[in-house]
């Protein structure tokens, strides 16, 4: 599956989000210090697809929270996002299809900093 994740980044930095994180955008958990905004992925289903030999298809959570501290500047990276990756197909070699369709957004607040976290189902299916 490490092409998935390559394809992922390949995709990920060329995208508006990217562009407006500065390249800020980490898998799990961001450095201590980073300064906002920011954006870190997950993936709270955990991540079934290593091996799908017997089963041809998958589909999994992964959930990308994205850190502010302006309300208007929040939006705007959510609708960068959405932009970027809701509806989004990736071409991965050895894979027929991946697509991510967002399931869920909630915003939140944590002190000053605002937080916005969306979940996609990613669809896989293998060759």
Known sequence: MKAFFVTLREYT????????????????????????????????????????EDNKQEEFTAQLDIYSQGESEILTLFDQADSDFNGCSLVVPGYDLIRFRRVTQRKIREDSIKRYIIEFSIHIGEK
């Not at 955008?25 to 920011?38: K, L």
């Not at 954006?39 to 289903?45: E, H, T, Y």
């Open 13 to 52: 930095v060329t995208g508006l989000l990217y562009a407006a994180l500065s390249g800020r955008m980490y898998t799990d958990v961001a450095p201590q210090g980073t300064v906002c905004p920011y954006a870190v992925w997950s993936f709270p289903s955990g991540f079934p697809v290593y091996d799908l």
